[in-house]
């Protein structure tokens, strides 16, 4: 059971909008902390994709964006792309745990 | 180019240790907080261990308190984990990851990733 809850799995089909959802609560998202959010394609390592809620690493395009409202956050991809299927991590600090850093479940992404 | 690779991964028995270690290249390493992630085959990401960039602060997921101990040097820029106690819930892959610059928040997210090195506790 990850602290920050995020769907299974998402799909579109290229050229589609989808978005990413990432719910907490109030001693994570809620309490003010940054979301960051991880892509991982298969068999490869985690890349940062999206750092204090709303900016992007340099090479990342601006397809990619990010947003949070409340103890929420989302991640939304524009623009489809056949190489943006991955699992898609969101992440931010807790104040409750020990350690806090704390990850959300992951969600596939399947461009049809 | 920055990079950082893992090694020391392994097959080992319950209750076994086992040293990992992170060789990180292209940045200023002493600047930097380091952590260790993990992941078990086809689960999600799990947060382990860090360590400030002075090595003054060390914290650990409660899964690993008190088994496994993280350190640096800054003279080889390297981070190690040493697990000690380890369980068949330790079996997964390992990453390395560099804590970011961005608004003094190295503490809560990374960066950049190695590769991960696989740790496999089984009898």
């Known amino acids: 059971q990850s602290v920050l809850t995020q769907p299974p799995s998402v799909s579109g089909a290229p050229g589609q909008r989808v978005t990413i959802s990432c719910s907490g609560s109030s001693s994570n998202i809620g309490a003010g902390f940054d979301v960051q959010w991880y892509q991982q394609l298969p068999g490869t390592a985690p890349k940062l994709v999206m750092f204090?809620?709303?900016n992007r690493p340099s090479g990342v395009p601006d397809r990619f964006s990010g947003s949070k409202s409340g103890a929420s956050a989302s991640l939304a991809i524009t623009g489809l792309q056949a190489d943006d299927e991955a699992d898609y991590y969101c992440q931010s600090y807790d104040r409750s745990l020990s350690g806090s850093v704390v990850f959300g479940g992951g969600t596939k992404l399947t461009v049809l | 180019e920055v990079q950082l690779v893992e090694s020391g991964g392994g097959l080992v028995h319950p209750g076994g240790s086992l040293r990992l270690s992170c060789a990180a290249s292209g940045f200023t390493f002493s600047s930097h907080w380091m952590h260790w992630v993990r992941q078990a085959a086809g689960k999600g990401l799990v947060w382990v261990s860090r360590?400030?960039?002075?090595?003054?602060?060390?914290t650990y997921a409660d899964s690993v308190r008190g088994r496994f101990s993280i350190s640096r040097d800054d003279a080889k820029n390297t981070v190690d984990l040493q697990m000690d106690s380890l369980g068949v819930e330790d079996t997964a892959v390992y990453y390395c990851?560099?804590?970011?610059?961005?608004?003094?928040?190295?503490?809560?997210?990374?960066?950049?990733w190695g590769k991960g090195t696989t740790v496999t506790v089984s009898s």
């Open positions: 360590m400030k960039s002075d090595g003054s602060s060390a």
């Open positions: 990851a560099r804590g970011g610059s961005w608004a003094a928040r190295g503490y809560y997210y990374m960066d950049v």
């Open positions: 204090g809620t709303v």
